[in-house]
C-alpha cells in the first residue's frame, strides 16, 4: 500500500483507538466517578463561587436551555461589538481595520455557534486581540455548548422517569476544565514543537532569497489551531487555515489536526455508551456513522487520487493526483480524508480548497454536511443523529407491530412534531438560501450592491451553482469551509448566512434536548420481545436508510444542478 | 367460531356502487382538509384544472400544450378519487358488517310491561322495538325475538345467541350473577323472562361502533395523529423542493411547465399512504368487528398492539370447561370393580360437571342399579361431602381429603398411608382429589383433571414471541394453579383468585409501565375491566362489565384476547410499512422526473435516466401514473392487513425493510418504465 | 431569563480570562522552548535571514528549482487558493498556458513527463514544497544553465527529500528554498 493511503488508514485507527479510552473518561467525569483530573476541582469551585453559580441545582430540559440560550446571547453581544471596534483596541500589530457591521454580525455568529464561516481572511481581517479573546474563546465556550447540550440529553436517556437533564453551568464547566483545556495543551504543544508560532509578535519583514522583499504573518497559532480541530470550529488563524504552512507545518502536524478534530464526537458516541450503561447501542451508531463516513471517503479518495480529466487530457503526468488547491507535503489522499472528516464532523477547516476539489468530492462534502451527523460536531453530531432515530424508531416502530416507543419511552405526536420541524429546517434554510441568491445571479446580476450578484460567483456554470449551495448548506451545518471563491464578504451573504447559521445552530439542539426532556418525563416501558430492539444492527440499518432517503429527498435536485451535472459533463 | 361472514370477498358489487359515489362526495374540501396529503393533491388538482382551461382558451406556449395538461389533469383528480374510494371501500365495509349484526334487530315488536309488579300479572302493551326507552321492561316468552339490549330482572331462559355470534348452541341467562345480560336480535328459545332495557335507541355499542367507522364522528387515534405529522411535514419538505427548483431551473436557463412542477409535487408526496391511512385504521376496527369484538374506539385497537400481559381466565381459556375425572385409585385390598361401582353410586345424584364425569368414566349405565330405596347425601358447605346411604346400609360418601379425613378419623378408623400419599401425588399433578368412603373407611381416590385445551400452548408461545406476557387467573389452590400454568405454559398465574387480586395485579404491572389487557363478564370485573388498558366485556357479562371495558366480544370466547393482540399489530405494521413503501417509491420517481425536467438544457443529466425513458414528457407522465395507480393496487393490502408473524422484532423488522423498504425502491423503477413503455405505443 | 444573566456575565468573564489570556499565555511561554522560540522557524544563510523555514517563496530565476504556481505570488503577508473549479474553461486555459510556458523553460522535457503540482496552484499560496519528481524534471533545466552535472542534481535532491512520516505516512517531499541554498552551495 502506498504511504499516502497508509497514512489516512492509521489517522483514522489512532482516532478510534484514542478516542474509547477519551470515551471512557468522560464518561466518568460526569458521572461524578473520581478521574485523574480531580485536582481541578478547586479550580472549577473557584470558577462557580466567582459567578454566583450553585453547580447542584437541578433543571429541567426549560431551564437547561434558557441557561444555554442566555449565555449564548451574552457572548454574540460581546464578540459583535468587540470585532466591530476591533481597530480602537490594543494588540493589533498589523493595524487591522474594524468589521463591517454585517461582516461583525457574520462572524460574532458564526463562531458563537461552533461554525467559523470566516468571510473576512484571519491576517488582515482581524486583530491578535479579537483572535483570542473573541474567536478563541467562543472556540472552547461553543464546542463546550455543544457536549453539554449531548449530556443534558443522554442524562434524560440515562433514568427511567426524570426531569432532571442536570445542572448546565456545571457540565459546561467541567467540559472546558476536565476536557478540552487539558487536549488542547498537549495539542498545542505539539504544534509548537512543529514549527507553528506561539508568540505574540506581528508581521515579520523579510528578503527572500531570491531578494524580494515580503512581510510573513505570524501570531499565537499553536493554542489557535488546538481548539480549533478538539472544537470541531475550523476556524483558521490564517486566511488559507490549515493549508497554511505555519499553520500545519508537516505531515505529523496534519495528521494530529485530522485526528484533533474527530476524536470528541467519537468520543462522545463512546462516552455515551458508558454513560448510559448502553454500549452496544454506542457500538451501532459508531458503526452507522463509520459505514456513512466511508460511503463519503471512499469515492473522495478514489476520484483525488485519479486526479482532474480536464487536465488528463492536456496530457501532462498526474502522480499525485488533483493538486489544486492541494499542498504537496499533504498529497491527494490526505487531503480528500481531511475534506470529508471535516464535513461531516463540522469542523470546516481545510487543508485544501475544496472549490478545486472534483465534481464527486464536492459531492460528497455537500453530501456530508446535509447528514450531519456521521460523527457530526462536538455533542451536536449525536444530537442530528438523535433526530433521525426518533423518525427511524416511529417508521420502525410501526412495522414492528407496537406504537413507537425510544428507550422505554413512547415517541407521540409532541416528538414527532418537534423531529419534523428540524429535519424540516435543514432544508428549508439550504434550499430558500440557496434559491434566494439564483434568484439574484439569474434575475438582477446588476442590481446595484456593493457587491453585485453577477460577481458573486468565482466559477461559471454549475460549478458556479455549487460553490452557493456549499456555502448555504455549509452555514447550516454549522460546518465553515466553504467554496472559497464565491465572493461572500457582502451584506447579502453576511446577512443570509447569519440568520441560516443562527436558526440551524440553535434549532437542532433545543429540538432533541425538548424531545429528550418531554420522553425522559413519560412513564419507563420496560422491554420486551415485541419491542424494537434500537441497539440491533437491523435498527442501525434502519436508521442509515432513514438518513439516506431523508437526505435524498431533500437534496437531490439540488445536487443534479451543482456537482452532478458538472460530473456527468466532464464524463462526456 | 363464526367464519361464515368473513370469507365475503373484499370488493364486493353491492359495496363498490356507493363507495363510488362516496369518492366523489368527499372531494369536499371540507372533508378533505382533515388529510393534509391529500388536500395538497386537490389544490395542486385544481391548480392544473385552471392551467389545462388556459392553455386551451390562449396559445401560450410556457404552459405546455392543452392535450398533455389534459393527462396530467385527469390522472391528478384520479389520483384523488383513488384514495377517497379506498376510504370509502373501507367505511363501507365496516358499516355493511355492523348493519348486517343490527338488521336482526330492528322493528321487532316488543311486549313492554310496566316497570312494577310480577311477570304474569302485568299488562303487556305491543310497542315497536324503536320505541323502546333506557329503563323501560319488557317480557320475552320462547318463540320471541329480543327486541333491545337489556339485563334480566326475573326468570331464566335459554336463549339462541347464534344471530350475533354465530355459535349454535343455546345459552341460558338469568336473573342475578354475572349471566343476565341479553342482545337484542337474539332469540328466546324457552321459558319467560322480564328485561330492562340498558341503552337507548342508537346508543348501543354496535350504533357507536357504526358512529366511529363513519367519516362524520371518526376521530384520529393519537398513532394516526403523529403519522400524519410527520406526513404532512414530508409532504411541507416536497413543497420546499418544488418552490425552490424554479430560482435553481432559472439559474440553469431551464424552463420548466406548472404541469411539470405539479406533477413532480404529487409524486414527491406521499400520497400512497396519505391516501390510504383513514382506510387503514377502518379496516382495524372493521377486522375486530369480523372477529366479533365490538370496540368503542380505535384508539383500543391501536393499544391492543401494545399489549404487554394479558390476563387470562383458566376455564374456558386454558382450561376445557370444568375439571373431570380421568382415574380411580382403589386402596390397597380393594377390588377395583367394586370401588368404581362405590363412585358410580357415590355420583348418581351429582349433578356437577364433575360428578358426571365419574359416571363417564366408570362407563357404567347408572340405571342398572337398584337405587329405589337409597336415599341421596347432597353436598352442602358443612359436611363438603356427598354420597348415598343405600338401603342395606352402605353408606358411600365422596369428597375433599379433610372432610373425608373427618368422617374416617371420627369413626375411629385411620385413613391408609398408601391413600394420604395418592392425595398429595394427584394434588401435586394438579389435579383435584376427591376421596371416598364406604362405612366410614376410605376405600380409594378419584383423580380429577383439568383438560387443558389442544393447541394453547403453541398460542402462548406465539404470544411469548410477540412478547407478550400471559398470566392465568384461577380459583384453585397454588400448587394446582402451578401445575396447570407450566403445562399449559403461561408465564404467571394468579391462585385462588378474588376479584380484588385481578385489580391489584393489573396495577402492579401497569405501575411497571407494562400495557395490561384483560377480559372479564361479572360485575365484580367491572372496576379491573376499566382498568386494565384493553378490556375486553363478554357480550353475556353485565351491563356494568359492558360499560367498564373498552370492547365488547360477542362471542364470549375466552381466547379473542390473543386474537384482538394480533389485529392491533396487524394496524400498526399496515400503517407502518405502506407509509415505508410510499416514501421508498419517491427514490424511482426522482430518477423518473428531475432528468426529464432538465435535460432539454443539460443534456449530460441523460446519464440519470437510468430507466431509460422515452421523453421527458412520458417520463412525467409516467411516474404521475404509476403514483396514482398503486393507490387503488394497495387497497385490498390495507383492507386486509399486513400478516403479522411473531418472529421477534428485530426479524420482523428485516422482513418488513426488506419488502416494503427494498421492494418499495425497486417496484417503481419497473412500475414506471412498464408505463412509459405502454405510454411509448400510443405516442 | 433573568436569573441566567448574572450568572452568564460573570462566568462569561471569568471564561475569558481562563481561556483567552492564561491558555494562551501559557502555550507562548512554552513555544519559547521550541526551536523556532515561538516566532516561526527562520533559515539563516550568512547572518542573513532568508526566510521561514516553512513558508514557500517565490524563485523566478529558472537557475533556481522552482516552486508551485501561488494565487498570491506568495505574498505571506496574506495567503490563498485559486478557488478554481475543476472544469472552469478559463483555468483551464491558465493551465494550458503554465504547461507551455513550462515546456519553453525545459527544453528537452516532453508533456507526460510534467508533474500536475507544476502547473496547480497550492492551497495556502505559500506551499514550500514539491515532490521529489517535479524537482527532478527541472534538474535538466538546472544542470544546462549551471554546466552541473544531472546525476549531481539528482542526488542533491535525494539528499534533501524528506522521507514519508516514520517511512510509512503521506507523500515524500523536498523544501524547495532548502533545496536552492543547498544548490548554491554545492556549487562552491
Given at each position: 500500500?502506498n504511504?499516502e493511503i497508509?497514512g489516512i ?234 493549508a ?10 496534519n495528521?494530529?489536526?485530522i ?35 466511508l460511503?463519503l471517503l471512499i469515492p473522495t479518495v478514489v476520484t483525488e487520487l485519479n486526479g482532474n480529466p480536464e487536465i488528463a ?5 498526474q502522480p499525485t493526483g488533483a493538486m489544486e488547491g492541494k499542498e504537496v507535503?499533504f498529497g491527494p489522499a490526505a487531503s480528500a480524508y481531511w475534506s470529508i472528516v471535516t464535513t ?6 481545510v487543508n485544501s480548497f475544496h472549490d478545486s476539489s472534483m465534481p464527486v468530492s464536492g459531492a460528497m462534502q455537500l453530501?456530508g ?194 456537482p452532478?451535472?458538472e460530473y456527468?459533463?466532464i464524463?462526456? | ?683 | ?80 487558493a485559486?478557488?478554481k473549479g475543476a472544469t ?27 508533474p500536475v503540482e507544476?502547473?496547480t496552484?497550492s492551497g ?7 515532490s ?38 503521506g507523500p ?17
Open positions: 500500500m504511504t497508509t488508514v492509521v489517522s483514522f485507527l489512532l482516532t478510534v483507538l484514542l478516542a474509547f479510552p477519551l470515551g471512557k473518561y468522560i464518561a466518568k467525569v460526569f458521572n461524578g466517578d473520581r478521574t485523574f483530573t480531580d485536582f481541578m476541582n478547586p479550580l472549577e469551585r473557584f470558577i462557580f463561587r466567582l459567578s454566583g453559580i450553585d453547580p447542584n441545582k437541578k433543571m429541567n430540559w426549560k431551564e437547561f436551555l434558557k441557561a444555554m440560550l442566555t449565555i449564548n446571547l451574552v457572548w454574540f453581544v460581546y464578540a459583535f461589538f468587540m470585532l466591530l471596534y476591533q481597530d480602537k483596541l490594543p494588540l493589533n500589530p498589523d493595524g487591522n481595520p474594524g468589521q463591517t457591521p454585517d461582516l461583525s454580525f457574520n462572524t460574532a455568529i458564526s463562531f458563537l455557534v461552533n461554525c467559523n464561516l470566516q468571510h473576512y481572511s484571519g491576517e488582515t481581517g482581524v486583530t491578535y486581540l479579537t483572535q483570542t479573546l473573541v474567536l478563541m474563546f467562543l472556540q472552547f465556550v461553543s464546542a463546550a455548548t455543544g457536549i453539554a447540550a449531548l449530556i443534558g440529553l443522554l442524562n434524560g436517556i440515562k433514568e427511567k422517569t426524570t426531569n432532571n437533564l442536570g445542572n448546565f453551568w456545571k457540565i459546561f464547566v467541567k467540559t472546558i476544565t476536565r476536557i478540552l483545556i487539558p487536549l488542547c495543551i498537549i495539542m498545542a504543544v505539539i504544534m509548537a514543537f512543529n514549527g507553528s508560532p506561539t508568540s505574540y509578535k506581528g508581521k515579520d519583514t523579510i528578503t527572500t532569497y531570491q531578494g524580494d522583499t515580503v512581510s510573513v504573518s505570524r501570531g499565537p497559532v499553536a493554542g489557535f489551531v488546538a481548539i480549533k480541530h478538539l472544537g470541531t470550529n475550523g476556524g483558521g488563524w490564517f486566511g488559507t487555515n490549515s497554511h504552512p505555519l499553520e500545519n507545518p508537516n505531515y505529523l502536524t495528521m494530529v489536526e485526528i484533533a478534530q474527530v476524536l470528541i464526537p467519537v468520543a462522545m458516541l463512546f462516552a455515551m455508551g458508558f454513560y448510559i450503561r448502553r454500549k452496544k447501542f454506542a457500538y451501532v451508531v459508531f458503526g452507522v456513522m463509520t459505514i456513512g463516513m460511503c487530457k492536456m496530457g501532462i503526468a507535503r461531516i464532523i463540522s469542523t470546516g477547516s453530501l454536511m446535509m447528514v450531519n451527523a456521521f460523527y457530526g460536531g462536538c455533542g451536536v453530531g449525536f444530537l442530528n443523529y438523535y433526530i433521525y432515530i426518533i423518525i427511524a424508531v416511529f417508521i420502525s416502530g410501526l412495522m414492528v407491530g407496537r406504537t413507537p416507543e425510544f428507550m422505554g419511552h413512547k415517541v407521540e405526536a409532541r416528538e414527532v412534531k418537534i423531529a419534523a420541524l428540524v429535519t424540516l429546517l435543514s432544508a428549508f434554510l439550504i434550499k430558500g438560501g440557496v434559491a434566494l441568491a439564483a434568484y439574484f445571479v439569474a434575475h438582477h446580476p446588476d442590481i446595484a450592491w456593493a457587491v453585485k450578484p453577477s460577481a458573486w460567483l468565482n466559477n461559471p456554470g454549475y460549478h458556479g451553482f455549487s460553490e452557493m449551495l456549499y456555502e448555504f448548506t455549509s452555514a447550516n451545518a454549522n460546518n465553515g469551509s466553504g467554496f472559497e471563491g464565491l465572493g461572500d464578504n457582502n451584506t447579502f451573504w453576511n446577512v443570509s448566512t447569519g440568520f441560516v447559521l443562527i436558526l440551524a445552530r440553535f434549532i437542532p439542539i433545543i429540538g432533541p434536548i425538548a424531545i429528550g426532556g418531554i420522553l425522559a418525563n413519560k412513564k419507563y416501558i420496560p422491554e420486551s420481545a415485541g419491542t424494537l430492539k434500537t441497539d440491533s444492527l437491523t435498527f442501525g440499518v434502519m436508521t442509515f436508510a432513514v438518513i439516506v432517503i431523508i437526505t435524498a429527498l431533500s437534496f437531490f435536485p439540488a445536487l443534479t444542478l451543482g452532478l451535472a456527468f459533463q464524463g462526456r | 367460531m363464526k367464519r361464515s361472514k368473513n370469507t365475503s370477498s373484499l370488493l364486493s358489487k353491492e359495496l363498490v356502487a356507493p363507495a363510488l359515489a362516496q369518492s366523489f362526495v368527499k372531494l369536499d374540501p371540507r372533508m378533505m382538509y382533515r388529510n393534509p396529503v391529500m388536500f395538497t393533491v386537490e389544490i395542486g388538482t385544481t391548480i392544473m384544472l385552471f392551467i389545462t382551461a388556459y392553455s386551451y382558451s390562449a396559445n401560450d406556449k410556457s404552459v405546455g400544450n392543452f392535450g398533455y395538461n389534459l393527462t396530467i389533469f385527469t390522472v391528478l383528480f384520479l389520483t384523488l378519487l383513488f384514495a377517497n374510494f379506498a376510504e370509502a371501500i373501507a367505511e363501507a365495509r365496516g358499516k355493511a358488517q355492523a348493519d348486517s349484526l343490527r338488521k336482526t334487530r330492528e322493528d321487532t315488536p316488543a311486549k313492554k310491561v310496566s316497570a312494577v309488579g310480577e311477570i304474569f300479572t302485568n299488562e303487556i302493551h305491543i310497542v315497536p322495538s324503536s320505541k323502546l326507552r333506557k329503563g323501560d321492561m319488557f317480557i320475552c316468552e320462547a318463540g320471541d325475538i329480543i327486541p333491545m339490549d337489556g339485563e334480566i330482572i326475573q326468570g331464566l331462559a335459554t336463549i339462541d345467541e347464534s344471530a350475533i355470534t354465530g355459535e349454535s348452541a343455546p345459552v341460558i341467562r338469568e336473573a342475578g350473577g354475572d349471566k343476565s345480560s341479553v342482545t337484542g336480535g337474539t332469540k328466546v328459545l324457552s321459558d319467560k323472562i322480564k328485561v330492562r332495557v340498558t341503552t337507548e335507541p342508537g346508543e348501543s355499542f354496535l350504533d357507536k361502533m357504526i358512529a366511529l367507522v363513519e367519516g362524520a364522528s371518526r376521530q384520529k387515534t393519537p398513532n394516526e395523529i403523529a403519522l400524519t405529522i410527520l406526513l404532512a411535514s414530508f409532504t411541507l419538505l416536497f413543497i420546499i423542493v418544488c418552490v425552490t427548483l424554479k430560482p435553481f431551473a432559472d439559474y440553469a436557463n431551464t424552463t420548466i411547465t406548472i404541469a411539470a412542477f405539479i406533477s413532480l409535487f404529487v409524486c414527491l408526496i406521499p400520497t400512497t399512504i396519505g391516501g390510504l391511512l383513514s382506510a387503514i385504521g377502518i379496516a382495524g376496527m372493521d377486522r375486530a368487528l369480523r372477529a366479533n369484538v365490538i370496540t368503542k374506539s380505535g384508539k383500543a385497537v391501536e393499544t391492543a398492539g401494545d399489549i404487554d400481559t394479558l390476563l387470562l381466565d383458566k376455564t374456558g381459556t386454558i382450561t376445557i370447561g370444568n375439571r373431570k375425572a380421568t382415574h380411580f385409585w382403589p386402596a390397597k385390598n380393594i377390588d377395583s370393580k367394586t370401588f368404581v361401582e362405590a363412585c358410580v353410586l357415590a355420583s348418581l345424584a351429582d349433578e356437577t360437571p364433575e360428578g358426571k364425569s365419574i359416571i363417564e368414566l366408570a362407563n357404567i349405565n347408572g340405571a342398572s342399579f337398584n337405587t329405589r330405596d337409597a336415599k341421596f347425601v347432597g353436598f352442602t358447605a358443612e359436611t363438603r361431602s356427598s354420597g348415598i346411604d343405600m338401603p342395606n346400609g352402605i353408606r358411600i360418601r365422596k369428597g375433599a381429603f379433610d372432610s373425608i379425613r373427618n368422617i374416617v378419623v371420627r369413626a375411629g378408623n385411620s385413613i391408609p398411608s398408601e391413600t394420604e400419599l395418592k392425595v398429595k401425588e394427584i394434588a401435586s399433578n394438579g389435579g383435584t382429589p376427591l376421596v371416598v368412603s364406604q362405612n366410614q373407611q376410605a376405600i380409594g381416590v378419584i383423580e380429577l383433571q383439568d383438560i387443558i385445551k389442544p393447541g394453547i400452548q403453541e398460542r402462548f408461545e406465539r404470544l411469548r414471541k410477540m412478547g407478550v406476557k400471559t398470566v392465568m387467573v384461577t380459583g384453585d389452590n397454588p400448587l394446582t394453579a402451578k401445575y396447570i400454568a407450566e403445562k399449559a405454559g403461561v408465564d404467571d398465574y394468579i391462585a385462588e383468585a378474588k376479584p380484588e387480586d385481578k385489580m391489584n395485579y393489573i396495577k402492579k404491572e401497569q405501575a411497571g409501565g407494562k400495557l395490561v389487557a384483560m377480559m372479564g363478564d361479572g360485575t365484580n370485573d367491572a372496576p379491573a375491566l376499566a382498568q386494565a388498558d384493553v378490556g375486553v366485556a363478554m357480550n353475556s357479562g353485565t351491563q356494568a362489565a359492558k360499560e367498564a371495558g373498552n370492547m365488547v366480544d360477542l362471542d364470549n370466547d375466552p381466547t379473542k384476547l390473543i386474537e384482538i393482540v394480533e389485529i392491533g399489530k396487524q394496524l400498526l405494521i399496515t400503517r407502518g410499512t405502506i407509509t415505508t413503501f410510499s416514501i421508498a417509491n419517491d427514490v424511482a420517481k426522482y430518477f423518473a422526473i428531475v432528468p426529464a425536467l432538465f435535460i432539454s438544457s443539460i443534456p449530460a443529466l441523460q446519464a440519470l435516466n437510468i430507466m431509460h425513458l422515452k421523453s421527458p414528457e412520458s417520463a412525467i407522465l409516467s411516474a404521475v401514473i404509476f403514483n396514482a395507480i398503486i393507490i387503488p393496487l394497495l387497497i385490498p393490502l390495507s383492507l386486509r392487513g399486513v400478516a403479522y408473524r411473531p418472529i421477534g422484532a428485530s426479524a420482523l423488522l428485516r422482513r418488513n425493510l426488506m419488502i416494503y423498504g427494498v421492494g418499495g425502491v425497486i417496484a417503481p423503477f419497473i412500475g414506471i418504465k412498464i408505463i412509459d413503455m405502454i405510454l411509448g405505443l400510443f405516442f | 431569563m433573568k436569573k441566567y444573566i448574572s450568572p452568564s456575565l460573570r462566568l462569561t468573564l471569568v471564561l475569558i480570562v481562563l481561556l483567552a489570556v492564561i491558555y494562551p499565555l501559557l502555550i507562548a511561554a512554552i513555544g519559547k522552548l521550541t526551536p523556532g522560540g515561538g516566532d516561526g522557524e527562520r533559515i539563516v544563510v550568512n547572518a542573513k535571514v532568508v526566510g521561514y523555514a516553512n513558508v514557500g517563496q517565490k524563485f523566478s530565476d529558472d537557475k533556481y528549482f522552482q516552486g508551485r504556481p501561488s494565487a498570491v505570488d506568495y505574498n505571506a503577508a496574506g495567503s490563498g485559486s478557488n472552469n474553461p478559463d483555468y483551464l486555459k491558465t493551465v494550458q498556458d503554465r504547461i507551455d510556458t513550462f515546456l519553453v523553460h525545459n527544453p528537452g522535457i516532453r508533456k507526460e513527463q510534467i507544476l502547473v496552484a495556502s499560496g505559500l506551499d514550500p514544497d514539491l521529489p519528481l517535479a524537482a527532478k524534471v527541472q534538474v535538466k533545466r538546472i544542470a544546462a544553465l549551471r554546466h552541473i552535472d544531472e546525476n549531481k542534481l539528482n542526488e542533491l535532491i535525494d539528499q534533501q527529500t524528506k522521507k514519508p512520516l516514520l517511512g510509512l505516512f515524500a517531499t523536498v523544501n524547495v528554498l532548502k533545496l536552492n541554498i543547498a544548490l548554491d552551495a554545492s556549487k562552491k
